[in-house]
């Protein structure tokens, strides 16, 4: 069974085009900044004063990460290789890791930051988790150990350009665990142009995300499905490679989720007090449509609620929200409590939830309640033998054919209780439609 595969392909030459999202001047830089068309589209100098991520930690899981690269060079924390039980920022075979790093954090360099890549949120810094390379023949990804060590590690943020073949019981409980914990999860729809999300991508709790282009028009090959969240550029994105001073051009849905994250940064910064859901609130009420667009359903199978709009999303007078905003409820994980370096505290608690079980005051009531049945019990047997000794013959008050009990009206007791209420993570009106049923397997070529 084949184990990741990462949501990226390598593209050929840019090739010009009109940017419908608002584009500003910029300073004069190398071919590679020039190259970066999304920032451009995303007005990155008017962002960048309003937030660069300072102080958020994103989670990449991926390749191992160069740290040492000129682009991201103080920008990422040693991480952990789940390949060698070594740091996550050293240069291993692969470069998706660092690509979908720089386009996040990557700060540029040279003169005034000029060469090189910049990410969108330059001041953020990454944590990398480096996982084993596609094609080692590895059965179970260890999707759900990489997520634990992320979420352990105070990542608020989890990017995941990667498309898992499948997800174990393990891998849903830790995604449960990082939702418990207040850390978005943002995740590659896939390259395989299939109207159907997997597994990973169509699991409730994440922002799900598929790529488009200059002119805002979706990638033919990124995935679809009711689950899609969000859309945002990966068409000929230009991002660092694992060799020192090296880039590359590329298309993918990865490079899109590599700039939802960063985004998700930016506000994380700005707005310390958002939930992760108003976190995706922000940027699900911001996103925008092309133009021809604009009367899709949403959210729409291809684009979610849209494309990304950092600006806005940061300027924007936005309610808050419902603490889960757009993201449905993965299943509650039982061992929250034990499942990683928190282990003692209650995530069923911390989560806005109520412990599963009777307390105090059920056990109480629920005696009280037991009580009172036994003395009506009671006092009907009394009753009954001495009408039996004394009462009216049969047919008479009481007896048969006569009128009964009045139906009993609910006692204190028998009330809803703080077990039967809605939940904190119940689905939002504005969340995605139900999932279908994912497919085994992700097809060749993500």
């Known amino acids: 069974m084949s184990f990741t595969r990462t949501l990226r392909a390598v593209g050929g030459a840019v090739v010009a085009g009109a940017l419908l999202f608002g584009a500003a001047p910029t300073a004069l830089a190398d071919q590679n900044r020039d190259d970066q068309w999304p920032l451009k589209a995303f ?16 989670a990449v899981i991926d390749d191992p990460v160069n740290g040492s690269h000129p682009d991201l060079k103080g920008n ?15 240069k291993g075979t692969g470069d998706h890791g660092t690509g979908m790093a720089s386009l996040i954090a990557g700060h540029g360099h040279g003169g005034g930051n000029a060469d090189g890549v910049m990410g969108l949120a330059p001041d953020a810094k990454i944590l990398p988790v480096g996982r084993p390379e596609v094609g080692v023949g590895v059965e179970n990804s260890g999707l759900g150990e990489w997520i634990r060590y992320a979420v352990d590690h105070d990542a608020s943020i ?9 997800l174990t019981d393990s891998d849903k ?43 805002g028009t979706v990638w033919a090959k990124s995935n679809s499905g009711s689950q899609l969240m969000l859309s945002a550029p990966g068409v000929e994105i230009t991002s660092a490679s694992a060799t020192a001073g090296q880039y590359r051009l590329a298309d993918g849905t990865s490079d899109a989720t590599a700039y939802v994250s960063a985004a998700a940064a930016l506000l994380r910064s700005k707005f310390p007090d958002l939930t992760a859901g108003q976190i995706a609130n922000r940027l699900v009420k911001s996103a925008g449509l092309p133009p021809g667009k604009k009367g899709l359903e949403l959210p729409d199978s291809h684009y979610g609620y849209g494309f990304i709009q950092p600006l806005k999303a940061l300027t924007a007078e936005i309610p808050a929200g419902s603490k889960n905003g757009p993201l449905k409820t993965p299943k509650a994980d039982p061992a ?70 009045a139906p009993q009206q609910p006692g204190p007791y028998q009330q809803p209780g703080p077990y039967q209420q809605p939940g904190p993570y119940q689905q939002q009106p ?5 999932f279908p049923p994912a497919p085994p397997t992700q097809p060749p070529g993500q």
Request: glycine residues 20%; charged residues 15%.
């Open 173 to 215: 409980r830790a995604l449960a665990y990082a939702a418990q914990k207040d850390v978005l999860v943002v995740v590659a729809s896939g390259n395989s142009g299939e109207s159907k999300l997997g597994d990973l991508a169509a699991n409730p709790g994440v922002v799900s995300v598929g790529a488009v282009d200059k002119t």
């Open 430 to 434: 504005s969340a995605p439609g139900a």
């Open 336 to 405: 929250a409590g034990t499942g990683g370096t928190t282990a003692g505290n209650d995530d069923r608690q911390a989560s806005g939830q109520q412990e599963e079980g009777l307390g105090t005051g059920a056990i109480v009531g629920i005696a009280v309640g037991v009580l009172v049945v036994v003395a009506i019990i009671v006092i009907v047997v009394v009753r009954q033998k001495k009408n039996d000794r004394n009462g009216p013959p049969p047919g008479g008050f009481g007896g048969p054919g006569g009128p009964g009990f």
């Open 158 to 166: 989890i990017n995941m350009s990667i498309g898992p073949s499948f």
């Open 76 to 90: 990422v924390l040693p991480g952990k290789s789940f390949i060698d039980g070594g740091r996550g920022d050293r």
């Open 43 to 58: 007005d990155s100098q008017g962002v960048w004063k309003e937030s660069t991520g300072k102080g958020v930690t994103v």
